[in-house]
Every structure is written in C-alpha cells, then in structure tokens.
C-alpha cells in the first residue's frame, strides 16, 4: 500500500514538472529566442554598414552591401511587429527608428 501511494505520488509530480517545462518553453523561452533572432539580425545591419563603408566609392561593390542591408532591415521590422504596441519596447523602438533613419540615409 505504502509503494502505491509513492508512485500515484511520483507519477502526480512529474506530471507537474512536464507541465511546468512546457510552460517554460512556450511562454517564456519564445520570445527571449525571438527577441535574440531580431538582435542578430540587428547585429548583421551593423556590421553590413560598417563593410559599406569600407566599400568606399566602389557603386559596384556597395549595391549588394546595401539591398542586403534593405532585406535585413526588413526582415527585423517584420519580426518586431509584433512587439510594436507593447509599452515595454517603447524606448527601443525609438532607437531603432532613429537608427533604420540614419541607415536609410547612407
């Protein structure tokens, strides 16, 4: 009698524990990988626009520095769509506007 109560016991525990980690996983974890996804895409545009400097006066060389640069940029705004109306991010947002400015100038 004693061992059944364990295992009912047991088998009730991982049960809680399993349904903890998929809220961990889906609720959690999600949106801090999104979040990383839209700050290497973040990271590339950076690094792009330093190459397209380095491109100096070479049209040639800068045009494909430049769409990537577009598509990237694109692609992150897609991805922060969806972060757009939360008050957490508003900071954020003004940053990133004024950077995608200052992008969109070069």
Do not use: H, W
């Not at 996804?37 to 045009?63: M, P």
Request: hydrophobic share 40%.
């Amino acid at each position: 009698m004693f061992l059944l109560i364990i295992d009912i016991s047991a088998i009730n525990q991982v049960s809680v524990v399993n349904s903890k980690l998929m809220e961990l996983n889906d609720s959690r974890l999600i949106p801090i990988v999104k979040l990383q996804d839209i700050k290497s895409d973040i990271e590339y545009i950076r690094s792009k626009s330093n190459a397209l400097l380095d491109a100096g006066n070479d049209d040639t060389v800068k045009q494909p520095i430049q769409d990537a640069i577009k598509t990237r940029v694109t692609e992150a705004t897609g991805k922060l769509s969806e972060y757009k109306y939360n008050e957490s991010f508003e900071t954020f947002f003004e940053t990133f506007n004024a950077f995608n400015i200052i992008n969109s100038c070069n």
